[in-house]
T-cell receptor
Framework: DTGVSQDPRHKITKRGQNVTFRCDPI?????LYWYRQTLGQGPEFLTY????????KSRLLSDRFSAERPKGSFSTLEIQRTEQGDSAMYLC??????????????FGEGSWLTVV | AQSVTQPDIHITVSEGASLELRCNYS??????LFWYVQSPGQGLQLLLK??????LVQGIKGFEAEFKRSQSSFNLRKPSVHWSDAAEYFC?????????????FGTGTQLKVEL
């Protein structure tokens, strides 16, 4: 298996600009997750998809954030009108099925966002 | 509220010494439990997981963890630390029902290994 792939790995943007991150999960993994990790903290859940359906969103996901997984394969996370508080690492993960049925969640290497 | 606590922010050990990283959880029902490791600027790698059964779980890279229901703990151990183990370690929990699709992470323990 190739692992979970994220692009870009690093992004520096000016406040107010829009940014988009892409995630390619492990092949045949039907569940895809987005997490956010700020310095000195553990990752925090943002949202997850089962195939193309977005089934859960955290309250952390404000109106400026939108995630899609149009064909049930790769996913994008867009942040509109970025703010300095959005600076973080955005982690994508995937699993073959329901994690509480024993399926491991595999993480990508993350996309670092710095808003200046 | 569901939470995972890692009381130690930083730990320093000498190479070859033993290691124990602490993790406590607060959940309505006993969750599934995990330890992940993160090297600088990298994603998370799963070290081990506990779902049920034997309370002593073996993982990769020589790590093990012990689940203690009475203490709501899931501490990570290694008998002899190698310099390459320097990284950040995260304990995480997954609800058995309801929120069984999202991991709740602790704040992490940064491990430094002195040569």
């Amino acid at each position: 298996d190739t692992g979970v792939s994220q692009d870009p790995r690093h992004k520096i943007t000016k406040r107010g600009q829009n940014v988009t991150f892409r995630c390619d999960p492990i092949s045949e993994h039907n569940r895809l997750y987005w997490y956010r990790q700020t310095l000195g903290q553990g990752p925090e859940f943002l949202t997850y998809f089962q195939n193309e359906a977005q089934l859960e969103k955290s309250r952390l996901l404000s109106d400026r954030f939108s995630a899609e997984r149009p064909k049930g394969s790769f996913s994008t996370l867009e942040i509109q009108r970025t703010e300095q508080g959005d600076s973080a690492m955005y982690l994508c993960a995937s699993s073959k099925g329901q994690p509480n049925s024993g399926n491991t969640i595999y993480f990508g290497e993350g996309s670092w966002l710095t808003v200046v | 509220a569901q939470s995972v606590t890692q009381p130690d922010i930083h730990i320093t050990v000498s190479e070859g010494a033993s290691l124990e990283l602490r993790c406590n959880y607060s959940y309505g029902a006993t969750p599934y439990l995990f330890w992940y490791v993160q090297s600088p600027g990298q994603g998370l790698q799963l070290l081990l997981k506990y779902f049920s059964g034997d309370t002593l779980v073996q993982g990769i890279k020589g790590f093990e963890a012990e689940f203690k229901r009475s203490q709501s703990s899931f501490n990570l151990r290694k008998p002899s630390v190698h310099w390459s183990d320097a990284a950040e370690y995260f304990c995480a929990a997954l609800g058995v029902t309801g929120g069984g699709n999202k991991l709740t992470f602790g704040t992490g323990t940064q491990l430094k290994v002195e040569l």
